[in-house]
């Protein structure tokens, strides 16, 4: 299994700031994935992040307003940029551990609150 | 987007199985069934997950019909503890989450 460390895991931030999010795993894994979560709602994957190249992100959700960086196999993290409140949301940090199936394995989530 | 129907909602008694369906009638031939669960303010946690054959773990039981339009998770004696909404999803390159099934487990 994989154990992942998300920081922060909860924020109140003020409207137009940027937030970054951390994920560290304690092993080295192939795949890194970036979900978010509103209020109430299912999970929606924002990214999947590459490691040494530009993230993959799904439609709906761009570049300048989530970038995403994994400089290595065990870290990456996701910048919530120019805040509004429709920004409050858990994001989760995933990984895929090859452990002779893929599995995911996730993040406790950053819950963060836009005021 | 999810190419998965679930009930929103179930209810179990405790101690009881619970049977949370799922209809997936346009998944393909090398398509997996993977089972997740979320209980409150946590990430979601792997359960099973299937391809053809029913499986079976120390957390429950995965049942895929024959022509594998459709799967059911069996929690053969449920806790309170497995209050939490069920994800059934159908893999494709990554993850996609529906709307899942919100069980309760009642004493």
């Known amino acids: 299994s994989a154990v992942i460390s998300q920081k922060p895991s909860r924020d109140i931030c003020q409207r137009g700031t940027s937030l970054t999010i951390q994920c560290q795993v304690d092993?080295?894994?192939?795949?890194m994935f970036w979900y978010r979560q509103q209020p109430g709602q299912s999970l929606t994957l924002i990214a999947t992040?590459?490691?040494?190249?530009?993230?993959?992100?799904e439609s709906g959700f761009v570049i300048d307003k989530f970038p995403i960086s994994r400089p290595n196999l065990t870290f990456s993290t996701l910048t919530v940029s120019n805040m509004s409140p429709e920004d409050s949301s858990i994001y989760l940090c995933?990984?895929?551990?090859?452990?002779?199936?893929?599995?995911?394995?996730f993040g406790s989530g950053t819950q963060l609150s836009v005021l | 987007d999810a190419k998965t129907t679930q009930p929103p909602s179930m209810d179990c008694a405790e101690g009881r199985a619970a049977n949370l369906p799922c209809n997936h009638s346009?998944?393909?031939?090398?398509?997996?069934v993977y089972w997740y669960r979320q209980i409150h303010s946590q990430g979601p946690q792997y359960i099973i997950h299937?391809?053809?054959n029913n499986e079976t773990n120390e957390m429950a039981s995965l049942i895929i019909t024959e022509d594998r339009k459709s799967s059911t998770l069996i929690l053969p004696h449920a806790t309170l503890r497995d209050t939490a909404v069920y994800y059934c999803?159908?893999?494709?390159?990554?993850?996609?989450f529906g709307a899942g099934t919100r069980l309760t487990v009642k004493p």
């Open positions: 299937g391809l053809k």
């Open positions: 992040a590459n490691q040494g190249s530009e993230a993959t992100y």
């Open positions: 346009t998944i393909s031939g090398n398509e997996y």
């Open positions: 092993s080295q894994v192939t795949m």
């Open positions: 995933s990984v895929e551990a090859s452990t002779g199936f893929e599995k995911l394995f």
């Open positions: 999803i159908v893999r494709v390159n990554d993850m996609r």
